[in-house]
T-cell receptor, first 114, second 113 residues
Framework: EAQVTQNPRYLITVTGKKLTVTCSQN?????MSWYRQDPGLGLRQIYY???????DKGDVPEGYKVSRKEKRNFPLILESPSPNQTSLYFC?????????????FGPGTRLLVL | QQQVKQSPQSLIVQKGGISIINCAYE??????FPWYQQFPGKGPALLIA?????SEKKEGRFTISFNKSAKQFSLHIMDSQPGDSATYFC????????????FGKGTHLIIQP
């Protein structure tokens, strides 16, 4: 089954404690991205990657890092989380040649930073 | 500056009625306009999309109306059903979706039985 998986699905942490949210896809997609969803703000892109070792900032990259060492994985790293990063995070993937018609979203990771 | 404005924020419709959600955009370079449906605990899923060379696209009970001159597009859900209760996002993209998506803020739709 084609899917995007995220772990963990729920996470409670404290300010300043480094964390990583993993994202993995089994569709051999080149393009992967991270979004955050906040009430009343919709989804905003944090970072995206067009292929292995190629990453770029989205609309709200501050406080986040990503890496793309393997095609299937695109972890989101919060080096020093702050309460304003409390949010619902979605990973997405699609073929580079395909448009958003072929984009799959993961199930989401709900993060609470105390 | 918000590039895609969506309204209303929330909407309650009786079963069998028509649900209408509106979006407006500023960037004339946008050339792909999808709508996403999101159920609680799930990621957004593509519902229907339109390109600016047509004024309307219909898929089952879902219709997108597009007004290029007004820079507006809307989602119509005919014969709304309780199972349509979800959050709906409009979005826009450049280069037919090859670039990232700019999302509206979302509409929480409730269909009352």
């Amino acid at each position: 089954e084609a899917q995007v998986t995220q772990n963990p699905r729920y996470l409670i942490t404290v300010t300043g404690k480094k964390l990583t949210v993993t994202c993995s896809q089994n569709m051999n997609h080149e393009y992967m991205s991270w979004y955050r969803q906040d009430p009343g703000l919709g989804l905003r892109q944090i970072y995206y990657s067009m292929n292995v070792e190629v990453t770029d900032k989205g609309d709200v990259p501050e406080g986040y890092k990503v890496s793309r060492k393997e095609k299937r994985n695109f972890p989101l790293i919060l080096e020093s989380p702050s309460p304003n990063q409390t949010s619902l995070y979605f990973c997405a993937s699609r073929p580079l040649a395909g448009g958003v018609e072929t984009q799959y979203f993961g199930p989401g990771t709900r993060l609470l930073v105390l | 500056q918000q590039q895609v404005k969506q309204s209303p924020q929330s909407l309650i419709v009786q079963k069998g009625g028509i649900s209408i959600i509106n979006c407006a955009y500023e960037n004339t370079a946008f050339d792909y306009f999808p709508w996403y449906q999101q159920f609680p605990g799930k990621g957004p899923a593509l519902l229907i999309a339109i390109r600016p060379d047509v004024s309307e696209k219909k898929e089952g009970r879902f219709t997108i109306s597009f007004n290029k001159s007004a820079k507006q597009f809307s989602l119509h859900i005919m014969d709304s059903q309780p199972g349509d209760s979800a959050t709906y996002f409009c979005a826009a993209s450049i280069r037919g979706g090859a670039d990232g998506l700019t999302f509206g803020k979302g509409t929480h739709l409730i269909i009352q039985p």
